[in-house]
């Protein structure tokens, strides 16, 4: 599967942005999608994750509460939903693809190219 990330951009603090994965391939509804995000020079952070079905969802502790995760079978997407957002989320978000629900991004096969999301203060 192949995954691309958009919907970066520049915002202010306390305002908000959603982004989009959009996958090709026909099993895109048989894996596991998470988003991560990393800052030059630290490592990447679990920033969260949704079964196939999108039913059951996880979010890294850091975002919970602020962000929410939407998935869209039909149109092979999952969207990031970030309010309230803060200028310690700065970072380049990815999304990733996984047979299993896991934490680390070592467990996910398939990353999208990042997309960078600044947010001003």
């Known amino acids: 599967v192949q995954l691309q990330a958009s919907g970066g951009g520049l915002v202010q603090a306390g305002g908000s942005l959603r982004l989009s994965c959009v996958a090709s391939?026909?099993?895109?509804?048989?894996?596991?999608v998470a988003w991560f995000r990393q800052v030059s020079g630290k490592e990447r952070e679990f920033v969260g994750a949704?079964?196939?079905?999108?039913?059951?969802?996880d979010y890294g502790d850091s975002v919970k509460g602020r962000f929410t995760i939407a998935r869209d079978n039909a149109k092979n997407t999952v969207y990031l939903q970030m309010n309230s957002l803060k200028s310690e989320d700065t970072a380049v978000y990815h999304c990733?693809?996984?047979?299993?629900?896991?934490?680390?991004?070592?467990?996910?096969?398939?990353w999208g190219q990042g997309t960078q999301v600044t947010v001003s203060s």
């Open positions: 391939g026909r099993t895109f509804s048989s894996y596991i």
């Open positions: 949704c079964t196939e079905s999108g039913r059951s969802i």
């Open positions: 990733a693809a996984a047979a299993r629900f896991v934490y680390e991004g070592a467990g996910y096969d398939y």
